[in-house]
């Protein structure tokens, strides 16, 4: 976390490359990465409001927090009074402006620059929820060491980044700028538990360390925070040739519908090919036709669990991957047997550039997940146990010795 200066960009009103204004702010605990801005709520000091051509400094008393998000009713309230008291003192703003649906208008700013290492960086916004907002990283303006000072910088930064936002429009809305390195890929991390721990109150201690900063550079995904699931799998286990090794897991929904895991590996590994299908109009007394519509390899049916979980994702600033945590905790659903684990999985990664650091963020996320665990003093061991190991143990069955390969 540091204190920066971040200037919001505000575009004329149908005019996206005019510029109307700029809200110069003092960030106290911003959280800045190479690919992203974390903004929170009360974090942002107004410095200076420019306009007409010239900067015009704020005194302190009057710099309240300028609260730009409108995810709740408080904070739509705080942003229009702000708005009120800013274009009171500044009536040429009013281009910049939005008015909806009879409220009063209000600021809501998309491009914001920060200047860091000597250059200055342009994000725009992409995600609020109640604790902040996110930024993501589109351009940059002028190189110096000293952030940008007067007016015709500011209009040929706004003017410059056009035809990159132009490109980038259809992948601001929704969750259309997700991308995934192979999707047809699961690549986690596990820690297998001594025993069952409390799960909940330990993905509440590794979320709120996370979001307090002691992970550098990630923070928790918006809106995606902690998520809470309950349900039952049904697992049947394909031997036979490797390539065809592995087990596929069926999924009751609430629904009444089904959803369909299937995971290829002769070994445990980190990384195992995956494929997942939902909302098949399919019951339990369909399992077995199904599974031989999907392998004609040797199978086995092993014992249903249960599975709660409690998950978080986080996201990284430096590079966008999002990772989930995931605690675990299995029991087969006669009882006799239970198996708890914490798991760390590339979920996705949200970037308007390519794709890098994934190793690199798995093995810095993974780290501090295992010394997280040691240091609270919680029993675990990391290593490659897997559902199917579970469930083959519930069982008593051994694992199904592999063919031997053919040499190339």
Request: hydrophobic content about 40%; some cysteine.
């Amino acid at each position: 976390m540091s204190a920066q200066t971040v200037c919001f960009l505000l575009a004329a009103r149908g005019a996206a490359a005019s510029l109307a204004g700029v809200l110069e702010c003092r960030g106290e605990r911003l959280r800045l990465g190479d690919n992203g801005l974390y903004l929170r709520g009360g974090d942002l000091r107004p410095q200076a409001v420019w306009c007409d051509g010239a900067r015009h400094a704020l005194a302190p008393h009057a710099a309240a927090a300028f609260e730009w998000r409108h995810f709740s009713a408080a904070q739509r309230l705080a942003s229009r009074a702000f708005c009120d008291a800013l274009l009171s003192r500044h009536p040429a703003l009013a281009p910049a402006l939005d008015a909806g649906a009879g409220w009063p208008p209000r600021l809501t700013p998309a491009l914001v620059a920060v200047h860091a290492d000597a250059a200055t960086r342009l994000y725009h916004f992409v995600q609020q929820g109640e604790p902040g907002g996110l930024f993501l990283r589109c351009g940059d303006g002028p190189c110096g060491n000293a952030p940008p000072a007067d007016w015709a910088t500011f209009e040929a930064m706004l003017a410059g980044q056009q035809g990159r936002l132009a490109a980038l429009r259809p992948a601001l809305g929704d969750e259309c700028w997700y991308t995934k390195w192979r999707p047809d890929l699961e690549l986690e991390r596990k820690f297998t538990f001594e025993g069952i721990p409390d799960t909940w109150r330990l993905l509440l201690r590794c979320h709120a360390a996370i979001a307090a900063g002691e992970l550098a550079d990630f923070v928790p995904e918006l809106d995606r925070e902690i998520q809470v699931w309950d349900y039952e799998q049904h697992i049947v286990e394909v031997l036979g040739p490797d390539a065809e090794r592995g087990y596929i897991a069926f999924i009751p929904q609430a629904d009444g519908r089904m959803t369909v895991k299937r995971k290829w590996f002769a070994e445990n590994s980190e990384l195992r090919r995956e494929a997942l299908q939902g909302d098949l109009a399919l019951g339990l007394d369909g399992i077995e036709a199904h599974v031989r519509s999907l392998t004609s390899a040797p199978t086995r049916r092993l014992p249903a669990y249960r599975r709660k979980r409690f998950d978080a994702q986080f996201e990284s600033l430096a590079s966008g991957n999002v990772f989930g945590l995931y605690m675990d905790v299995c029991r087969t659903l006669d009882g006799a047997h239970a198996f708890s684990q914490c798991e760390v999985e590339y979920c996705r990664t949200r970037s308007f550039g390519e794709i890098r650091r994934l190793q690199q963020d798995f093995h810095d996320f993974s780290a501090w997940v295992g010394a997280a665990l040691t240091r609270w003093g919680v029993a675990h061991r990391q290593d490659l146990t897997s559902k199917l190991d579970f469930v083959r143990s519930a069982a008593g069955a051994a694992p199904v010795p592999r063919e031997p390969q053919e040499q190339t």
